[in-house]
């Protein structure tokens, strides 16, 4: 599965979108990306996840660059209770998750 | 509808014991994942069970083993327990035909002392 690149930490003010990226220059066609998220002291939660096409759920809408080559994780109204930690995995359907370090987002009132 | 539950919540062992953690899966799902989180890292995965059978496993030794029952519950046992075995250990649960939506436990924390 291909490496990913996020930023180490971000923040936003609440009621703000939140856009956290995510690079994945070695993605291979047949890999997905996925995003999932851990709130401190409880296990990660999917998210969101594509394979070419843009994305939009209840929690969020993911961007995937024409290239594939990176990505973009939107909330587009963040609260104090999406403060979390981020992950943007890329993978091969079947494969197990490989999670990196992620992103530490902080909303900030 | 219960979600993934995890047992025991935090455990204190001393090197070179055994220890060996449960997970009950979300309702409905057949498909159980174990994970180990170190502290300031994200989870790795260690491996899958599905139809009572390990079927991937990540890079960890032997002393990690697992279980699966009939009722798709599942265990993880660790031998021979070193100092840097302290860490989070998650379970996942999720559908074989769907493992791209995993559904995580709020897991057991293990530490080694």
């Known amino acids: 599965d291909a490496k990913t690149t996020q930023p180490p930490s971000m923040d936003c003010a609440e009621g703000r979108a939140a856009n956290l990226p995510c690079n994945h220059s070695?993605?291979?066609?047949?890999?997905?990306v996925y995003w999932y998220r851990q709130i401190h002291s409880q296990g990660p939660q999917y998210i969101i996840h594509?394979?070419?096409n843009n994305e939009t759920n209840e929690m969020a809408s993911l961007i995937i660059t024409e290239d594939r080559k990176s990505s973009t994780l939107i909330l587009p109204h963040a609260t104090l209770r999406d403060t979390a930690v981020y992950y943007c995995?890329?993978?091969?359907?079947?494969?197990?998750?490989?999670f990196g370090t992620g992103t530490s987002l902080t909303v900030i009132p | 509808d219960a979600g993934v539950t995890q047992s025991p919540t935090h455990l204190i062992k001393t090197r070179g014991q055994q220890v060996t953690l449960r997970c009950s899966p979300k309702?409905?799902?057949?498909?159980v994942s174990w994970y180990q989180q170190a502290l300031g890292q994200g989870p790795q995965f260690i491996f899958q069970?599905?139809?009572?059978?390990?079927?991937q496993r990540g890079n960890f030794p032997d002393r990690f083993s697992g279980h699966q029952f009939p009722n798709y519950s599942s265990e993880l046992n660790v031998n021979a327990l070193l100092l840097g075995d302290s860490a989070l250990y998650l379970c996942?649960?999720?559908?074989?035909?769907?493992?791209?939506?995993?559904?995580f436990g709020p897991g057991t924390r293990l530490t080694v002392l």
């Open positions: 996942a649960s999720s559908l074989v035909s769907r493992l791209d939506t995993q559904y």
């Open positions: 070695t993605i291979s066609g047949n890999e997905y």
């Open positions: 309702s409905g799902h057949d498909t």
């Open positions: 069970y599905y139809e009572e059978e390990e079927r």
């Open positions: 995995i890329v993978r091969v359907a079947g494969n197990q998750f490989y």
């Open positions: 594509g394979l070419k």
